[in-house]
């Protein structure tokens, strides 16, 4: 039904319009007495078999729904109704901000996949908290943090720190977002001498904190194995508790869309179906390098349950969706859920 008729519907409007109409709708049905429970008889697989023990967490399911979906974390409780077994709130910033200039996300229907430069676009660091005040425990939350975008470059590990420390109390683990394409000074954020000073700095800041937070970084799809070499010997010289791969990609090979739309669009990262064999591979490669050294988190191109067990079956511990859940529907963690209880049969 949604993809015969609701979604046919939905993309006939402009994208980011859509996003918000959408939340608002999950919001309004909400308030309806039995919507959740009947959204958690329809779509909730509950299963003990499915519980993934990570970081020191228990995950009631092994597929969680990436960050960017609900930034300001407005709507997680209500999204833990169609089975996630955690969800990622952000790209969180200090201070709110605006992001990238409007239009700003696009369509490649042909591809099943998204181009986006959003821009970190958030409510800012007292919005997310005053949300995650309302946290009805429901599920995990991951808190996915960035810098503001016109944060000078001897000041971005304090953005970093701002947010770590005020958010501590709120979610269940860290995900530090260096590798997205659509923000300022993106080569900082990638150099291996300024990653380990983060990374140090957070972990001795969470030191602090009588409960330690897991800590983890969000690559990019598009690193070679050279520099993929360099993320495992971050991991283990700073021992960092996970990777999540990836996010999305300045790449626009083997793509479907036409040369005159993809300039028509411009710049912005590709996520969805384009997407998908890269963040496998880089996750096989982490994962047979690092002989299983750390967990890895795998998100990108995952449509299918096919998909999801295709980047378990690579060394992912966990996965995440995002642009499969606008195009497959809400029913999809219940198939990806579904296909593992079967696969472990």
């Not at 519980?51 to 597929?63: A, C, D, H, Q």
């Not at 897991?214 to 960092?240: H, R, Y």
Request: contains cysteine; hydrophobic residues 40%; aromatic residues 8%.
């Amino acid at each position: 039904m949604y993809k015969s008729l609701i979604r046919p519907i939905l993309f006939k409007f402009d994208p980011e319009k859509v996003h918000y109409f959408t939340f608002n709708l999950i919001r309004i049905f909400h308030k309806i007495p039995g919507v959740g429970s009947l959204l958690r008889f329809i779509y909730l697989v509950n299963d003990k078999r499915l519980e993934r023990k990570l970081f020191g967490l228990t995950f009631r399911s092994p597929v969680g729904l990436a960050a960017g979906f609900d930034k300001n974390a407005v709507l997680y409780n209500e999204l833990a109704n169609f089975g996630f077994g955690f969800i990622e709130i952000g790209t969180v910033t200090p201070k709110g901000q605006e992001g990238n200039p409007k239009k700003r996300l696009f369509r490649l229907v042909e591809d099943e996949g998204i181009i986006n430069r959003m821009g970190f676009n958030n409510a800012g660091l007292d919005a997310a908290i005053e949300q995650l005040k309302g946290n009805k425990g429901k599920l995990i939350i991951g808190g996915n943090i960035g810098k503001n975008t016109t944060t000078a470059p001897e000041d971005y590990t304090k953005d970093y720190l701002e947010c770590f420390n005020a958010l501590h109390p709120y979610v269940d683990y860290f995900v530090l977002n260096v590798s997205c394409p659509n923000v300022s000074s993106h080569a900082k954020l990638n150099d291996k001498d300024y990653l380990e000073e983060l990374i140090e700095t957070v972990k001795k800041a969470n030191m602090a904190f009588e409960n330690q937070k897991p800590i983890l970084l969000k690559i990019a799809p598009d690193l070679n194995e050279g520099q993929l070499d360099e993320i495992i010997d971050l991991v283990a010289n700073t021992n960092l508790d996970g990777v999540i791969a990836s996010n999305t990609s300045t790449s626009r090979s083997n793509l479907k869309a036409s040369k005159s739309q993809l300039e028509e669009i411009g710049n912005g990262g590709v996520s969805g179906k384009p997407l998908a064999g890269k963040s496998t591979e880089v996750i096989r490669y982490l994962h047979t390098k690092s002989k299983g050294a750390f967990p890895i988190i795998g998100v990108g191109g995952i449509h299918t349950a096919k998909d999801a067990i295709e980047k378990l079956n690579a060394g992912a511990s966990l996965v995440q969706v995002y642009t499969g859940f606008i195009y497959s529907g809400p029913s999809l963690v219940k198939q990806i859920n579904s296909k593992i209880l079967k696969e472990q049969s």
